[in-house]
């Protein structure tokens, strides 16, 4: 997948690396967009399980083949989307429980955890700073609020007590919704998590929120403007030149 990576590709590989280039952040977030309107619509039914894991799994793969990884890792990634799409088959198929539930969490926990990782590596290796940077930082957001969310529902149905306060039968839109009200750290109050731990996982997405968007962001769009500013100057330079001589 990376420009000098030895690996022989497979026919499916070099299809995938013909259709899509390196550093296209914009189909990673447009599936992002995808996977938080059908998480937040509200849906129910153990068949929303493998479709939100299926729409995570090629979110992960579409982010690792914008991030140039290596096709061995790609590889591992797609064998690992796979197996959590059957497993996330075969929870509706075996049980409806608490547990089944809380393991569809953890599930997208681990699928979408690797994803920030591998677009921040690349977006650290790219030297141009140009609009597929800054869809790539906006990628980073929007999984950092993403796993935050599946971390809750997980410590909600694996736990022994209810998450929120204020409700004990919260749904995917809910832990969706609280979850990226607390990494903009707007804080509205009408959910508030009811232990240590999920007080202290709030705490935390807050603060990597409100790190990330005065540093990361702010820094890749201040970048990509001064390379503007600096190719225009460039531009008028040669220019003024072509007309002294």
């Given at each position: ?7 022989r590709p497979r026919a499916i590989e070099r299809w995938i690396e013909r259709v899509l280039p390196g550093y296209r952040f914009g189909l990673v977030l447009l599936l ?19 479709v939100t894991v299926l729409l995570q799994g090629l979110t992960l793969l579409a ?183």
């Amino acid at each position: 997948m990376t420009e000098h990576d030895s690996t022989r590709p497979r026919a499916i590989e070099r299809w995938i690396e013909r259709v899509l280039p390196g550093y296209r952040f914009g189909l990673v977030l447009l599936l992002l967009l995808l996977t938080y309107s059908f998480m937040a619509s509200g849906l129910s039914g153990s068949w929303v399980r493998p479709v939100t894991v299926l729409l995570q799994g090629l979110t992960l793969l579409a982010a690792l083949r914008a991030s140039q990884v290596g096709r061995h890792l790609f590889r591992v990634a797609a064998l690992i989307s796979l197996l959590a799409f059957l497993v996330a088959l075969a929870s509706v198929a075996v049980t409806s429980s608490d547990r089944a539930t809380g393991l569809f969490f953890g599930l997208n926990v681990l699928l979408v955890a690797g994803a920030p990782v591998a677009i921040g590596r690349a977006l650290w290796r790219r030297a141009e700073v140009d609009l597929h940077t800054v869809l790539g930082a906006i990628c980073i957001y929007v999984l950092v609020g993403m796993l935050f969310a599946f971390l809750y529902g997980a410590v909600d149905y694996l736990g022994s007590e209810p998450f929120f306060v204020q409700t004990t039968h919260a749904t995917t839109a809910d832990y969706l919704y609280f979850s990226f009200i607390t990494l903009t750290t707007v804080g509205y109050g009408d959910f508030t998590a009811a232990t240590g731990l999920g007080r202290s996982l709030a705490s935390l997405e807050a603060l990597l929120g409100q790190i990330y968007l005065v540093t990361v962001v702010a820094t890749v769009v201040s970048r990509m403007a001064h390379s503007r500013l600096a190719g225009r100057q460039q531009t008028a330079a040669g220019g003024d030149g072509s007309a002294d001589s």
